[in-house]
């Protein structure tokens, strides 16, 4: 705790933190809070997903605004209605005692009940870009008094086209408050915004290789493209109780990858742009609570996703931009957890490993795919222990039939004989693919190579505004 109260927050901040179980700040939370607790300047911050910037503006902000008011003081700006709920559940449960009122606001929920609370009198708004204009049209929301502005995620608020909404938002508010801008990658556009909007400012960021080589074990996986839905069968298999995320680059294979992996009986769904707010939600809480094990997401669905506890963030495929690479596996090995991410890379995608490896100054170490016998003998573990959970919890239920059996046959050939029973082909080395024997050799590259690294793929996305559900 020693850490933190050198930050300069109030002994009734440092007791909500010790409540909450932090117990040092992260690398971006010492450079932010003491920055923003002094006030002089802006600050445009650059870390990781996972790495703790929610409080790098959440502690400072209760610190400094009044409470109850009754007035707006500060209005905090996110891509998804996912992401408002989190930011405003993490500031509620860092504000202690403070009579400090939160509201998140966000589309595809009555706009009245919103209004209504608004009228209430709240402190703290966070919120979508497109509800938050709208209540600003109807009066609802006036902003002339607030004292923070937050952009959080920026560049994805930007990936959506919601520059211009931002900009608008930013009109209706004083020109002498302290604004706040934070996001995972920077591309020029969001400095621009800086320039533009912001006053003096102090640009702070945590360098990404230290971040990712911390947590996070990199690895990947050298297989022919025909062979990833196999190969990732392996790993799922090999692992006790895997619960991860997928990572595709398009839309169609991850609903196609969530579709094999149905038919194989794990318990896997699709995350993507087309599916509704209502399902997403469903989905996300069936991934917290581990019904789901496998979610096949895309880049943008997977914003914004707060599981902790993962024990894979495996990429399908290579994602389109470096920067993307950091997103995902950011995803895993939070808040000083250990994570495993898993990279498959076909011949076709080795020039992109090594673009990824430069640019984030990372490396990733190269592995064998889990053998069949590997994975056989994993399972085996697994079913040991659930027998010896059965055993040690003295279950009467079948010992009759038991001893039914055990009359009429050897203890062996019992013991064998329910396993298939209850078994079936699980433990059957012909229910794995042989992956090809040979990594398949790349043909020389052609200038028209798709899969040439592109650098600029997020400045290009940012030109073509995209609707996305939240936006109403
Ligand atoms: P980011 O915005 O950088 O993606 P978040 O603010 O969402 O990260 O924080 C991710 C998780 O880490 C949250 O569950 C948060 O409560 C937790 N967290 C933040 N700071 C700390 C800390 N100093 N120690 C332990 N956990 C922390
Ligand atoms: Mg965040």
């Known amino acids: ?3 933190f109260k050198k930050l300069g927050l109030s002994k009734r901040t440092i007791s909500v933190l010790e409540k909450k179980g932090f ?5 971006i939370q010492v450079k932010g809070i003491p920055l923003l607790l002094d006030g002089k300047k802006d600050v445009v911050g650059q870390s990781q997903t996972g790495t703790g910037k929610t409080a790098v503006f959440a502690l400072p902000i209760l610190e400094r605004i009044k409470e109850h008011s009754k007035t707006i003081q500060a209005i905090i700006l996110t891509p998804t209605r996912e992401l408002a709920i989190q930011v405003a559940t993490e500031i509620n449960s860092l504000k202690g005692d403070r009579n400090i009122k939160v509201l998140s606001v966000y589309g595809g929920t009555p706009i009245e009940v919103q209004r209504q609370k608004l009228r209430a009198g709240i402190d703290i708004v966070v919120g979508t870009p497109g509800r938050i204009m709208d209540l600003q049209r109807r009066r609802s929301l006036i902003l002339d008094k607030i004292q923070y502005a937050v952009l959080d995620e920026a560049d994805e608020m930007l990936n959506m086209g919601f520059v211009d909404d931002i900009e608008s938002i930013l009109q209706h508010t004083p020109k002498d408050k302290t604004m706040l801008l934070f996001s995972a990658t920077m591309p020029k556009p969001i400095l621009r915004i800086a320039e533009r909007y912001m006053r003096d400012y102090e640009f702070i960021e945590v360098e990404q290789a230290q971040i990712i080589t911390n947590t996070v074990k990199q690895i990947y996986y050298d297989i022919n493209s025909r062979d990833k839905i196999a190969g990732l069968k392996r790993i799922i298999d090999a692992t006790v109780d ?4 997928v990572f595709c680059n398009t839309k169609a294979t991850v609903d196609n990858l969530a579709l094999q992996l149905t038919k ?3 318990q896997a769904s699709a995350l993507h742009g087309d599916i509704t707010q209502g399902q997403r939600e469903k989905i996300l809480q069936q991934f917290r609570k581990r019904t789901i094990k496998v979610l096949v997401a895309t880049d943008v669905a ?8 993962l024990t894979h963030v495996i990429n399908f495929s290579l994602p389109q931009s470096p920067e993307l690479y950091v997103h995902r596996i950011g995803r895993t090995g939070r808040a000083g957890k250990t994570g495993i991410a898993i990279t498959f890379v076909s011949p076709s995608e080795r020039r992109m490993l090594s673009y990824v490896e430069r640019v984030n100054k990372c490396k990733l170490i190269k592995q064998e795919l889990p053998s069949i016998k590997d994975i056989i003998e994993s399972k085996k573990a697994e079913i040991k222990i659930i ?3 059965i055993i040690e919890g003295n279950s009467t239920k079948y010992l009759e039939f038991a001893e039914e059996l055990l009359k009429e046959y050897p203890p062996t050939e019992v013991v064998s004989a329910v396993l298939k029973y209850s078994l079936k082909d699980e433990l059957d080395v012909n229910s794995y693919k042989d992956l090809s024997a040979a990594i398949e050799i790349q043909k020389p590259r052609r200038r028209s190579d798709r899969n040439r690294p592109q650098r600029n793929n997020r400045h290009r996305d940012a030109r073509r505004p995209r609707r996305n559900n939240n936006r109403r």
């Open 1 to 3: 705790m020693e850490e």
């Open 23 to 27: 117990k040092k700040p992260t690398s």
């Open 242 to 245: 895997f619960h991860g995320i």
């Open 264 to 266: 194989l009986k794990y």
């Open 302 to 309: 997977a914003r914004g996703i707060d599981v902790n506890d």
């Open 387 to 389: 027998i010896k959970k």
